[in-house]
Structures are given as C-alpha cells and as structure tokens.
C-alpha cells in the first residue's frame, strides 16, 4: 500500500483540482478582459466621495493608535473563536481542558494587563509615569530638577 505507484494514483485527483482552478480563473480573467467596458473620460480615474468634491491627497497620515487598536481587536477577537470551539467541546475536554482553557485566559489576562499598563490603550493626553514623585515646578519630578540651585 505505501508503493511509490499508491502514493501517485491518490493524488492525481489534487493534481486535476488545480489545475480545474488554475484554469477557471484564467478564463474568467481572460473573459472579463474582453467583455468589460473601457471607459476613458476624465472622472473614472477619480475617487468616489459619495458625491462631495475630493479635497487634498488621500495619502494622509494616521496616528499610529489606529492600526494598534485593531490588531488588538483582531488578536482579542480572535481568541473569543477558540473559547468557543472549547466550549462547544466541553464534555470531552474534561477537567484537562478546563485547566488549560483557564490557562489560556490567564495568558490574554495578563496580556491585556500588560498593555493597559504601558498605556497601549490610551487615547487621552499622554500620561507620564513620574517615579520621584509630584512634578516640580519646571515639569521634572521632584528632587530631578535640572535647575542648579545656588
């Protein structure tokens, strides 16, 4: 059974999958080419704005907050799909799965203490962690100051 000869006559149906894909997405490439339209006036190039007059470049800068908040929501959201999974297979999992399922919150626990802690998820004003104290009167913290005193 684990002839060379076996191996080859159980994949050759893969083999005539791909290349049933390969080539239906050619042909619906090709088609497309030759039935599209072609339109060539002034507009098409241009963004829709949902019919407000585009102002500006569209390459604008956004602040780094956003896309950290969406990994968050993603790497976050993501796990609520193995906490499901665990719990639709609750029963056979047993007690093993319990205590590793509670390990794993713990994990995205901690994780999430971690970025509250480092102020990851913060929008507000930038808030300084100061160690010496209430700040003095130039900003530094108390006992920091880079004034010479005489």
């Known amino acids: 059974m684990n002839s060379p000869e076996a191996a080859g006559t159980a994949l050759w149906p893969l083999l005539v999958y791909g290349i049933a894909v390969v080539a239906l997405i050619l ?21 829709y704005e949902s019919g407000i007059a585009a102002t500006g470049s569209a390459r604008l800068r956004f602040d780094i ?9 993603v790497i976050f959201d993501l796990e609520a799909v193995f ?13 093993a ?43 530094n913290p108390a006992g920091n100051s880079n004034r010479r005193t005489a």
């Open 27 to 47: 042909f619906m490439l090709v088609l497309s080419y030759f039935l599209g339209q072609r339109h060539r006036e002034r507009m098409t190039g241009e963004p």
């Open 65 to 73: 907050k956003f896309y950290l908040v969406a990994m968050f929501f």
């Open 83 to 95: 906490i499901y999974a665990w719990a639709v297979s609750l029963r056979e999992t047993g007690w």
């Open 97 to 139: 799965g319990y205590f590793e399922m509670l390990f794993f919150i713990g994990i995205l626990l901690a994780a999430l203490a971690y970025l509250w802690r480092v102020g990851a998820l913060e929008w507000g004003t930038a808030r300084r962690r100061l160690r010496g104290g209430a700040p003095g009167p130039d900003g």
